[in-house]
C-alpha cells in the first residue's frame, strides 16, 4: 500500500530536478499525479518515467488563466485535488546582489517564484475545499532564513514571501482540514544549481564549507520530505518552516 493511495497531486516545475523526482515517487507511492512545467516535452518526459496514473500540462504558473486551467483540467481527470506540491521556481543569472540586479530580472523571478505560488494555491486550494482537506507544500528555501554576501536578491525576497504565506495559509484553512508547510532545502543538485555553479569550482567550494554534512542534497532527499508532507503522516504538521538542509542553518562553524 503507497503513503499516497487514493490522492491527487499537482506538481509544478516536474519537467525537471525536484519536481520530476516527486512526480516519480507520488506516482510510485500511489497518487494519481499532474506533471506541470512550462516546458511541455519536458513534462512528457517525466509522464513517462512515472509508474501509475499521471498526465502532462503545460503552464507558466506566473499566468493566473493557465494557473485555473491547470487546476480544473486536474480536477475533471481525476475528481478532485488532494495535494499541491508548489515547486516551480527560477534563478536567472542576472539575479545578483541589489546593487546589480535589474528591475526586470527582479520582477521575473518574483513573477514566478512568489506569484506562482500565490496563484497555485489560490486555484488550487478551492478543490481541495471540495475534498474535505488536503496537503499543499510550498517550496521555499533555507534562504529565507539565511543571508548571503553572494546575494540572489530576487531568488531570496521571493522565497522569503513564500515562507510567510504559507504560514498565512496554514493558519487560514487549518480548520477546513488543510494543511499548508513550506519545505526549506538546503543546496540541492539540480540543474539549476549546476548551471550556476558548474563553471566555477572556487565558487561551489566557498558554499559547500557552510554546510556541516559537507555535500549538496539529491532530489530524493528533499522529495523525501515532501513526500512525508503530502501525506497523511504528517497530519499534524501545519504553518511549518520544514528545513531539509544538512545543517546550514543551525551551523557557526562547520568541521573541518
Known sequence: MGRLDGKVAVITGAGGGMGREAAVVFAQEGARVCVADIARDAAEETVELCDGEAFAFEVDVAEEEQVAALMRATAERFGGIDVLYNNAGISPPDDA??????????????AVNARGVFLCCKHGIPHLLERGGGSVVNVASFVALAGASTSQIAYTASKGAVLALSRELGVQFARQGIRVNALCPGPVETPLLQRIWGDDPQAAQRRLVHIPVGRLAQPREIVNAALFLASDESSYVNGATFLVDGGITAAYVTPE
Open 97 to 110: 546582489g541589489i546593487l546589480e540586479t535589474p528591475v526586470e530580472a527582479w520582477e521575473r523571478v518574483l
